[in-house]
């Protein structure tokens, strides 16, 4: 039996639901995954896996044991020489800072702690989600035990913060990415990487039987709702949104703001709110259960995303398999699921005023229906339920991720060029 170690960051972790979906799919072809950590597991998120999976261990470097490190030590001193070039690299070679440098060989010291967790477990493979330094410690653990490693790359870990990722691309048996544009930018910033070896698999998301019909409620008479479904990171850019509340009230509009989610930003967040007297319009609704937020998703009428940097947000295709309007960012990958004006709306990144101006031009387009039994806007609530269907459905491209991961993982060749699932427009072909 294949046995596999799964690392992520922090496992299981609310708001990255596909690894652990990712190790269900791999279980279910008869893989023997073992799941693991690199930051203690949150309790309550553990618990829940726990009830779900007949697999009750999970490996989490945290909290550190005394007599692991010591262990961890002595496997480096006696497999010296698997890692030997990885310290050549952290040592004397690149441009990263003494700091930067110093984190590295604490990471390798957590890379041999890992390896010591998986010693005694017949491991043939590791894969890490994110190119953070979990993806170090992964590769480190891989060296000193013999075995391949290999890495999924979303978005900031690739084009925020990407450090050393020539060594972990280049060291990897093979990387899996989220988006098209994932992949030319690493071919583009690491030509030395074989690009058989980048791989685009899509995640997904459930798309209901039928989508949620927009309120028929006369536009004239209620408020105008936003939503925002996203971590409070800095990341994510909640403070451009907040901004751009203010810019509309100024323009005497009517309408509320709902944001979603938790995050270190809450306070700054909520002081900007007061600053510019929106708390009667914008609201930070905290971390609400998945099974909760379509509710949210019904009264939206347009679901905005103001992140300066992603891969291809899952909330974007939540959104639009339940047939909402979407607005966000010409960045990364998203342009390869809102096709402008047919599956949602773009906006120029970091351009307030072209942000505030499509919200007013998506407002009088819906008051506008009030007037049509079928509008433009039914069209592309059509559509972009149908990009998901066909492109971002999670059972296929979830089955698709299981066949794909076990052949690059049982293969010693890669493949001899890009392979990666055709785009499909058949949907978008017909609009």
């Known amino acids: 039996m294949l046995t596999v170690a799964y690392l992520a960051n922090q496992f299981p ?4 639901p596909y690894v652990s979906e990712e190790i269900e799919e791999l279980r279910r072809r008869g893989v023997q995954v073992i799941p693991g950590s690199v930051r203690r597991p949150d309790v309550a998120q553990r618990e829940s896996a726990k009830t779900r999976s007949s697999e009750p261990t999970i490996l989490s470097l945290q909290p550190i044991q005394v007599r692991t490190l010591l262990r961890a030590l002595g496997l480096v001193g006696r497999r ?6 990885l310290m ?10 003494p700091g930067r440098r110093l984190k590295a060989l604490l ?47 979303h978005g900031s870990d ?35 990487v074989n690009p058989g ?9 459930d798309v209901p039987e039928q989508a949620e019909s927009p309120p028929r409620v006369s536009r004239s008479r209620r408020k105008f709702t ?37 995050g270190p930003e809450r306070q700054c967040l909520e002081s900007l709110i007061r600053q510019n007297r929106l708390q009667d319009r914008v609201s930070l609704l905290g971390h609400v259960p998945r099974e909760q937020v379509d509710s949210h998703y ?27 309007i979407v607005l966000a960012p010409a960045i990364t990958g998203i342009p390869e699921i809102i096709i402008p004006g047919k599956t949602g709306f773009l906006y120029s990144p970091g351009d307030l005023e072209d942000f505030v101006a499509r919200l007013l031009f998506l407002q009088e387009l819906m008051r506008g229906e009030d007037r049509s039994a079928v509008s433009r806007l039914d069209w592309i609530r059509q559509a972009a339920r149908g990009q998901v269907l066909h492109n971002f459905n999670h059972r296929t491209n979830l089955t698709l991720f299981g066949a794909r991961f076990l052949q690059l993982v049982a293969n010693r060749e890669l493949p001899p060029q890009d392979w990666s699932p055709p785009h499909e427009d058949l949907v978008l072909q017909q609009i």
């Open 88 to 97: 050549t690299r952290v040592l004397l070679r690149g441009k990263e800072s």
């Open 80 to 85: 010296w020489k698997r890692i030997a070039g």
């Open 107 to 153: 990471h390798t010291w957590l890379g041999a702690y890992y390896a010591v967790q998986l010693q005694e477990r017949g491991v043939d493979h590791i894969h890490v989600h994110h190119g953070y330094f979990g993806a170090w410690i992964a590769m480190v653990a891989a060296r000193l035990l013999g075995v391949s490693y290999s890495l999924t790359l």
């Open 197 to 205: 070896k980048i791989v685009v698999s899509r995640l997904g998301v």
């Open 13 to 16: 972790a609310a708001v990255e």
């Open 158 to 192: 690739l084009l925020i913060n990407g450090a050393y990722l020539d060594t972990k691309l280049e060291t990897c048996r093979f990387c899996i990415t989220v988006s098209e544009y994932n992949r030319r930018y690493i071919r583009e910033h690491f030509p030395a």
């Open 298 to 324: 019904r009264r939206a009428d347009v679901v905005v995303l103001t992140s300066r940097s992603e891969g291809i947000p899952l909330v974007l295709m939540e959104a639009m398999a339940r047939g909402r």
């Open 226 to 262: 936003l939503l925002a479904v996203g971590r409070l990171h800095a990341v994510k850019d909640h403070a451009f949104l907040v901004r751009a509340c203010a810019r509309l009230r100024d323009q005497g509009l009517d309408f509320e703001c709902g944001i979603v989610g938790e």
